[in-house]
């Protein structure tokens, strides 16, 4: 009997464990009924109430064709879920939109100008407004300019056209970091004669003034001058807004902004929440978060809000896939504290307030931890445990196969994927671009064992400066602000380096680019990475202190290596790559564990780099690239390339690859390669450099015709529409003698001069005008 009774216990679990239940939502349903297809219910919150309460049971909630417009957060707490896997998915793909926002029904009434008003219901507040599907601008300083570079337009007389508001308060004001590291957000919350009190200003962890220059301000009737601006007066309960030409009000679909988070799971690493799934789900109409952006991330340049369209706190298993986040106000997705075995794949996110997929631990899973840049722990006070102190972070979590784009719209510290007190993260398959900053960023050594791989990461440092395309900080447990101390510290305690750093990161098999910045940006301190089968299409790559780096079997198109401030015995290798102009070292005196073994393109640039004790079996030449003008940069079988070491690079992985996703996604402009072992760099028809072309001056007659000193310098052949060099007063025929305090000879000094220099936001540049030296400050962004 006991046995028959053992039996039957087992037979009744497996049973239980394998019940499936299929709830139904429509927008005509009711949420008294059962939720059946016959009787389905109404609100997305209530199937998930019921759901949850399935003890043991496999739940699919299924939702019909419609927008959901959410009242409050779906909150998927653990110690409420009894059922064994949840999902949430549109019924037979049909298209499902989960809205933070409201839809407001409106009585339109003529203002002036142009501009109506209506009132709007008590308690109803908002930043953001749509009308038919489309997000409308908050009157602002100056008007919006959908081609300037900085947000949407900017004035440097943005916070003296606030002070001459009658009534400024709940203005705000918008900034780039002084440094155009990131930016700032102020709430003006008054003014005392003609100064304005602000609130704000802790979205950086970098602290400093305001940009003197990229500023502008918003959310004020004054400023209420163009067709697609409004503004809501909260106090009066009244709506303003200035109708474009198409927009017909009293059929027009208007919508505001409601929840800043739609769905929230959250438990914790003893009690998880399991194997919940979205699939198939558009989310759109989160409000804005950049006031709430403060917590700082240890010693990098971020801080952060823990919040995002959905916020996973606390997880395993649980997925995100297929599903569209656009035009919402924050983060898309943030998987915050304790998350594992979390998967984000074939997700199309885009147009955001602040970053699309974050990964942030627990800054008390970090030991010693710092706070600030200038912060440091002594020795004696250091906890010298390595690793972390708790397991509340992200690990081994992936987002793959998607398509990211136009993050930071609002906020500039923002990001494609960012990674943080996180470990064995996997970023894979992605295609990024259109970002303020860099388009995948790790902020830390903590910690580490990172895949990167067969990314597309482009058009990336959009907005702001000294960044790249990617970018970490290794500001661990052995760093320090006093360069001098860290020297000493490391010197007698090396087993100090990878306390946090524990696990090797790898970043393979990608494909960066950045114009304003590097294409791969090893910051501060960031330590024990694995680089190679890398295409960087202009930016090249930047290697700063840290230790324990191998570089090898990269491609750097038009760029080369830049190693800056090493240490000694960092244990750094870079080998067996193609760098196409000569190195650019920065303040080195020790060239680590091994340089060697790569191609250069001319012999000056090899004979440059032998004389500062490096590369002695590496070689000149042209890498013969089979098809450098569309991007293949497989080398032919007699490429000196193949005597080196160097491997040939698959060409046809990078990016997404779901099809209808990749069918979509835009492609990084393929470079024109200035082949310097050519000679054509610097011919006759000139080399491209900021938008225009410049040539090297040659012989006696252009250095009489021209008034030079020499026969030096770089010869002005066009400017180009809208440039940067014409932007900076380069006229034709100008001939740039000196750049950044350095000499010109050739075209090719001059972009050696601004490719290292890159990170900046201009330099100046003496250029020969009608025989006649002129000072010129060079725009780089």
């Not at 927008?27 to 949850?52: H, I, S, Y």
């Amino acid at each position: 009997m006991k046995q028959i009774f053992f039996f039957c216990c087992i037979m009744f679990t497996v049973q239980l464990a394998g019940a499936q239940t299929v709830l139904h939502v429509y927008g005509n349903g009711n949420d008294r009924q059962a939720g059946t297809a016959a009787k389905p219910l109404k609100t997305v919150n209530r199937a998930v109430e019921l759901a949850m309460k399935r003890k043991g049971e496999q739940v699919k909630v299924l939702l019909h064709g419609g927008t959901y417009y959410l009242e409050k957060e779906i909150s998927l707490q653990a110690v409420d879920m009894a059922c064994s896997s949840l999902e949430i998915s549109a019924y037979q793909q049909e298209k499902v939109f989960i809205s933070a926002g409201r839809l407001l029904s409106l009585q339109w009434k003529p203002w002036k100008n142009g501009i109506y008003v209506a009132s709007v219901p008590a308690g109803v507040t908002f930043e953001r407004l749509y009308v038919n599907g489309r997000l409308q601008v908050l009157a602002r300083y100056p008007n919006y300019d959908s081609t300037a570079k900085v947000f949407h337009g900017t004035a440097k007389d943005a916070l003296d056209h606030a002070r001459k508001w009658q009534h400024p308060e709940n203005g705000y004001v918008h900034a780039l970091h002084a440094s155009d590291w990131g930016g700032f957000h102020y709430r003006i919350i008054g003014k005392k004669d003609t100064t304005l009190t602000l609130e704000g200003g802790w979205q950086n962890n970098r602290p400093n003034g305001m940009h003197p220059e990229y500023r502008f301000v918003e959310n004020n009737l004054e400023d209420l001058d163009v067709a697609g601006e409004w503004y809501l007066d909260n106090n009066a309960r009244q709506l303003y807004y200035y109708p474009s030409g198409d927009v017909q009000l009293s059929q027009a679909r208007v919508e505001a902004a409601r929840l800043k988070n739609s769905i929230v799971l959250r438990g914790s690493a003893a009690a998880p929440v399991k194997n919940v799934t979205l699939r198939g789900l558009h989310f759109l109409h989160n409000e804005r978060t950049f006031m709430d952006t403060r917590e700082p991330l240890l010693r990098s340049d971020w801080t952060i809000y823990r919040g995002g369209v959905v916020l996973f706190d606390g997880t395993e298993n649980c997925h995100i896939t297929d599903c569209e986040f656009s035009e919402v106000g924050g983060n898309a997705i943030m998987l915050s504290n304790y998350n594992y075995h979390d998967t984000i794949s074939g997700c199309y996110i885009h147009h955001l307030g602040a970053s699309a997929v974050c990964f942030v631990g627990d800054v008390k899973a970090v030991r010693s931890p710092n706070f600030r840049y200038e912060d440091f722990t002594p020795y004696a006070q250091l906890d010298k445990t390595p690793g972390p102190a708790s397991n509340n972070y992200p690990r081994e979590c992936i987002v793959t196969n998607s398509l990211i784009h136009h993050a930071g719209e609002i906020e500039k510290q923002a990001t494609g994927v960012e990674i943080e007190i996180s470990s064995a993260i996997t970023v894979s398959h992605n295609s990024i671009y259109n970002t303020p900053r860099a388009g995948i960023n790790i902020g830390d050594g903590c910690f580490g064992g990172h895949l990167l791989a067969y990314n597309d990461v482009f058009n990336t440092v959009m907005e702001t400066g000294d960044h790249g395309a990617f970018n970490s900080w290794g500001r661990d447990r052995y760093w320090a602000p006093d360069r001098a101390y860290m020297d000493s510290l490391t010197a007698v305690h090396p087993e100090l380096i990878l306390l946090d750093a524990q696990q090797i990161t790898t970043i393979r098999n990608n494909r960066f680019r950045c114009d304003h910045g590097w294409d791969i940006d090893l910051d501060d301190g960031s330590s024990n990475y694995h680089i190679y089968n890398n295409v960087c299409l202009n930016g090249g790559l930047k290697l700063r202190e840290g230790f324990h780096r191998v570089v090898e079997n990269n491609i750097m198109v038009n760029n080369s290596f830049h190693p800056h401030v090493w240490f000694k015995q960092s244990g750094d290798v870079f080998t067996h790559n193609i760098v196409t102009r000569k190195y650019f070292p920065i303040q080195i005196s020790d060239w680590g564990k091994q340089v060697d073994y790569n191609l250069f393109p001319d012999a000056a640039s090899l004979q440059e780099a032998q004389h500062n004790g490096t590369d002695a079996h590496s070689i000149a030449g042209d890498p013969q690239f089979i098809d450098a003008a569309r991007g293949n940069y497989r080398v032919a079988d007699n490429s000196p390339a193949l005597r080196i070491g160097f491997h040939n690079i698959a060409m046809d992985s990078f990016g997404v690859m779901q099809p209808a996703l990749r069918k979509i996604a835009q492609q990084p402009e393929i470079p024109v390669f200035l082949n310097p072992s050519s000679g054509a760099a610097a011919g006759a028809e000139g080399l491209v450099l900021l938008g225009g072309k410049v040539k090297s001056i040659v012989g006696l007659g252009e250095r009489s015709a021209y008034g030079l000193a020499d026969e030096s310098g770089a010869l002005v052949l066009s400017t180009g529409e809208n440039s940067l060099l014409s932007s900076s007063g380069i006229k034709v025929k100008d001939v740039i003698i000196t750049a950044d305090g350095k000499k010109v000879k050739t075209a090719n000094d001059l972009l050696d001069i601004v490719k290292a220099a890159a990170w900046k936001d201009k330099i100046p540049v003496m250029v020969m005008r009608n025989q006649q030296p002129r000072e010129i400050i060079l725009r780089l962004k």
